[in-house]
């Protein structure tokens, strides 16, 4: 039987010395066991959460943010996800996504992320990039092992076409952007 939000809470707040997670900025709700399967309405309790972390269990699918008005970080990686559909509720406060090592196709929708500046999002099976000009506060792209990343790196476009795309980028798969790139 996987664990529930509401379980995970209760050990959460547990190994923490009491701490309320409804009253904490930082939650993670890494590597349950068993594994959180679904982001049920328990979420709606953590509305002073600024960083919630969820990777390492058995998401499918995101749901039930719209209580988390302050977040700022999400992490999901390590899971089931196969689009981003569900984050639509953060789409004034998110600035970094963590979603690598989950089953990620295409990026639609990541335009209305207006203040998202990290995106974590290797090792997925994205196939395109044409999403990603409508990121311009991103300053930080990961996305190594995808399969338009390998393509791209093959044909030796990957950088020159990222740096074009998103000139605000900085940093593009853990290496800093040359100012002549």
């Not at 791209?152 to 952007?177: A, V």
Request: glycine residues 6%.
């Amino acid at each position: 039987m996987p664990t529930t939000i509401k379980e995970a809470i209760i050990q959460w707040e547990h190994r923490n010395d009491g701490i309320k997670a409804s009253e904490s900025a930082v939650v993670k709700l890494n590597g349950i066991y068993p594994p959180i399967e679904k982001m049920d309405p328990g979420l709606t309790h953590l509305s002073m959460c600024e960083q919630l972390s969820l990777s390492t269990n058995c998401i499918e699918k995101i749901s039930h943010l719209n209580g988390l008005k302050r977040l700022k970080i999400l992490s999901l990686g390590r899971n089931l996800i196969k689009s981003l559909n569900g984050l639509e509720p953060l789409r004034d406060t998110l600035e970094q996504l963590w979603m690598s090592y989950n089953f990620v196709e295409h990026l639609k929708g990541i335009h209305m992320f207006k203040k998202l500046e990290v995106l974590y999002i290797s090792f997925n099976l994205i196939k395109d990039i044409k999403d990603l000009h409508a990121i311009p506060s991103l300053v930080e792209l990961v996305m190594v092992g995808n399969p338009v990343e390998v393509r791209m790196t093959e044909e030796g476009t990957w950088r020159e076409e990222l740096t074009k795309k998103l000139p605000g980028l900085k940093k593009l798969d853990g290496e800093n952007i040359m100012k002549l790139e």
